[in-house]
């Protein structure tokens, strides 16, 4: 039991956030939201720093590091609410690594540790909500080669990414395939989302695919399980930021001739703020020390990681709104983009009710860290 | 990084396990299990059992007759404790007022007063809250004034736990009204044998007297009763307060109360109540929540790297807890919570209990009871003071 972190480990979080800190303020990510949400020289530098390449093995050109260390990228990418999306690049190494065969695995995985493709999740259907059980696009094969139709939605980078990766029905059962996007029967219409990213509905038509297993759901289920420690420990780096800024701001800000932190009202929500952080914070360590145990054990510790962080980053994100007054409210003021931020993770890979339901129906007669 | 015990944490707690199991007496562990009533002997006798092992006092260094347990080895003794249902160990002899002793009081005063501590002969009290000093504990106006080689004590002490059966009593007194009201406070071990002390029993909003007032009229104390320096009392009470800093929390104790909890909510009929089964969910994923917390303080204790200034974190959320199952547990019972039979919480009443199940004798009670944890050891509201501080200065 230990909860230090090694010095290789404190190397990358100064790393990341040196960058973040010097190469991703507050106005290139206003000028980054403003032109579609996405700047893929935002991440070439993140390729830079090795991150894109952090789950990918070091025969395939990566760092072949662990949940740990992906951790805390994800945590100081948070903190500087960075629009680009590394969590789909960790899930999609994870994903292809785990399960794809060998040539698609050399042909993709080079590739994504260098930065030069973006391979993205596409799972989210209409009507399916946070069930990834529920699958309505569809696969074919026919003289070895497959095609998979229909459509999926709010796909991170849709329009921009090289390639997804679709769970389809093949046979009745989610297998999941990689797509390029440039393959023949692909439409994509690209949005920014209310966090500023971007994202995309992704309609394919009888459209090329590779298989990479056809024990789809299991793999998804890794998938969103790796998606979610992502979404705690960027939810950590937000909130922590998020509560900087609105401490600096109430000792800052002067009402009634002194600063606003020293009424007792507006402390006991700040105290009440760094509770939810700490308890986040501690719930983001558990659910990346359990992401590597059995299937039972992991998706019982995401789902108790993500009501905490759900609940946390509701709070956090409404409480520094709140305490920043009519500036928390304004488009123009950092504080409201960490808010947007925070509630778009929350709804990411399942929401807090639904992460509730299934805490509820894993109960066991008892309880722990360790059970 | 790393979740998991160390084996020779792991080969610690099968040893603290299989010795609890084997000495703590099943008359007892069945009333902690069930909530029901504990005597002043099953307390004492839980105590002494552990005192004869050495494990009274627990996080006692070796030079002191303790073990000299690392943070996560007291850990894994509070949680073997709590899960078998040993009573909880009566904190105001072993884990306060030893501490200060030890650090403050010289080699006289502990030959005299850390045996008895240790072996769990010696019940102590805890002499703190006046009537006019709750939060504001430094204004403490019970004096002591010295007389020759005697300190005369006239006062009031108030919400003393389990004072009816003190034995000895921690007491901060006023020694002077000079300065800072923190400067002039002494810290002085009073016997409560004494003439002129006097103990009258509260009775609580649950029917029991778990608290006491307890008065000084000229008592007469040995001067050399006192701890450390005169005037230099609220340093020590400090010290005391910042001890065992991850106890408070209690996280153990509630893990077994939320299986208690699942337990009654299966014979109540509400564990496939989606709406409160949802209830009991929130619950669980607090206490994990919090022993994730508890166990990031114990490491960074182990490695002194890190160090977490999160005590009133754990005292907020610990209470909150506490005060949560119980909730729970008589909304489970629903209208079978409500009669109020006295003797029905003393285990092996033979009566009928309104519903036909005892066990939901005590869960109003108890849930009554809970009310003191966000109230005493520092409310939860100077906590969020406290823990203010940390975030805005």
């Known amino acids: ?371 | 990084m790393d979740l998991a015990f160390t084996p020779e944490e792991l080969a610690f707690r099968d040893e603290i396990r299989t010795w609890v199991h084997a000495n703590l007496p099943k008359h007892i562990s069945d009333k902690v299990h069930s909530a029901m009533r504990l005597t002043r002997e099953d307390m004492q006798t839980w105590a002494r059992i552990l005192g004869k092992k050495g494990w009274l006092g627990y996080g006692w260094p070796k030079q002191f007759g303790g073990p000299g347990w690392t943070a996560v080895q007291k850990h894994l003794f509070e949680e073997e404790c709590a899960l078998a249902g040993a009573p909880r160990i009566v904190p105001f002899g072993p884990v306060m007022v030893a501490p200060v002793i030890m650090a403050f009081g010289n080699a006289e005063q502990q030959q005299r007063f850390l045996p008895g501590i240790a072996s769990g002969e010696v019940w102590w009290s805890q002499g703190y809250s006046e009537p006019g000093s709750g939060s504001d504990l430094a204004s403490v106006k019970t004096r002591a004034e010295r007389k020759g080689d005697k300190y005369i004590v006239n006062g009031q002490k108030t919400w003393t736990t389990l004072g009816q059966y003190g034995e000895w009593i921690f007491c901060l007194v006023r020694t002077s009204t000079e300065g800072k009201p923190q400067t002039g406070i002494s810290f002085l071990l009073v016997d409560m044998k004494s003439p002129g002390v006097t103990v009258r029993p509260i009775k609580l909003l649950d029917g029991e007297c778990e608290v006491n007032e307890v008065w000084f009229d000229n008592v007469e104390v040995p001067a050399e009763n006192l701890i450390g320096e005169e005037n230099k009392g609220w340093t020590y009470a400090k010290h005391l307060l910042s001890h065992e800093r991850t106890n408070i929390a209690d996280v153990n104790r509630a893990k077994r109360e939320l299986e208690r909890l699942k337990r009654i909510a299966k014979a109540e009929g509400v564990w496939d109540d989606t709406r409160f089964r949802d209830e009991i969910a929130k619950l669980e994923v607090d206490i994990v929540a919090l022993e994730m917390l508890v166990l990031r303080v114990l490491s960074a204790e182990k490695s002194g790297k890190n160090s977490l200034d999160i005590a009133g974190l754990l005292k907020i959320k610990g209470s909150e807890i506490q005060q949560r199952y119980t909730e729970l547990m008589m909304q489970a019972a629903g209208p079978f919570a409500l009669p109020f039979i006295f003797e029905a919480m003393e285990a092996g009443w033979q009566g009928n209990f309104p519903g036909g199940t005892v066990a939901n004798a005590p869960l109003a009670s108890n849930y009554f009871n809970m009310r003191k944890t966000t109230i005493y050891g520092g409310s939860n509201e100077v906590q969020r003071n406290i823990v203010s501080q940390t975030v805005l200065g």
């Not at chain 1, 972190?5 to 507050?26: H, I, P």
């Open chain 1, 1 to 371: 039991m230990d909860f230090d972190f090694s010095e290789d480990q404190e190397q990358l979080r100064d790393a990341v956030r040196k960058w973040v800190d010097k190469g991703y303020d507050f106005e290139r990510r206003r000028a980054i939201v403003n032109t579609g949400g996405f700047d893929r020289g935002v991440y070439t530098e993140l390729a830079e720093l090795g991150l894109t390449g952090l789950y990918v093995s070091e025969e395939h050109g990566g760092m072949g590091m662990g949940p740990v260390e992906a951790m805390i990228a994800m945590e100081e990418l948070g903190r500087g609410i960075v629009l680009e999306p590394l969590a789909q690049t960790l899930i999609a190494s994870a994903v292809l690594q785990t399960h794809a065969p060998a040539d698609l695995q050399s042909s993709w995985l080079p590739r994504i540790a260098g930065g030069e493709a973006i391979v993205v999740l596409a799972h989210q259907e209409r009507g399916a909500r946070h069930h990834l059980d529920r699958c309505k696009v569809e696969a074919k094969e026919a003289g070895g080669q497959w095609t998979v139709s229909g459509t999926k939605s709010v796909v991170p980078v849709g329009d921009v990414a090289d390639a997804f990766i679709v769970p389809a029905l093949a046979g009745g059962q989610i297998a999941l395939f990689l797509v390029e996007r440039g393959a023949t029967g692909v439409k994509t219409e690209g949005y920014v989302t209310q966090d500023g990213s971007r994202a995309a509905e992704v309609a394919l038509s009888n459209s090329p695919a590779q298989l990479i297993t056809r024990d789809g759901l299991t793999a998804l289920q890794e998938a969103a399980d790796i998606g979610s420690a992502c979404i705690c420990a960027e939810g950590v780096g937000v909130m922590d930021k998020t509560l900087a800024i609105t401490a600096e701001y109430l000792n800052t800000r002067k009402q009634f001739g002194v600063v606003i932190a020293s009424f007792q009202a507006l402390r006991h929500r700040a105290a009440d703020m760094k509770m939810q952080l700490e308890l986040a914070r501690s719930m983001s360590y558990y659910a990346s020390l359990k992401l590597k145990m059995p299937e039972a054990e992991r998706r019982q510790a995401m789902a108790r990681a993500r009501y905490q962080l759900g609940t946390s980053m509701r709070f956090v994100g409404q409480s520094a709104v709140q305490l920043h007054g009519g500036i928390g409210v304004t488009d123009e003021y950092i504080v409201s983009h960490y808010f947007k931020k925070l509630t778009q993770l929350e709804m990411t890979f399942g929401d807090t009710l639904h992460h509730l339901g299934e805490v509820s129906a894993r109960m066991q007669d008892t309880a722990g860290v360790f059970a």
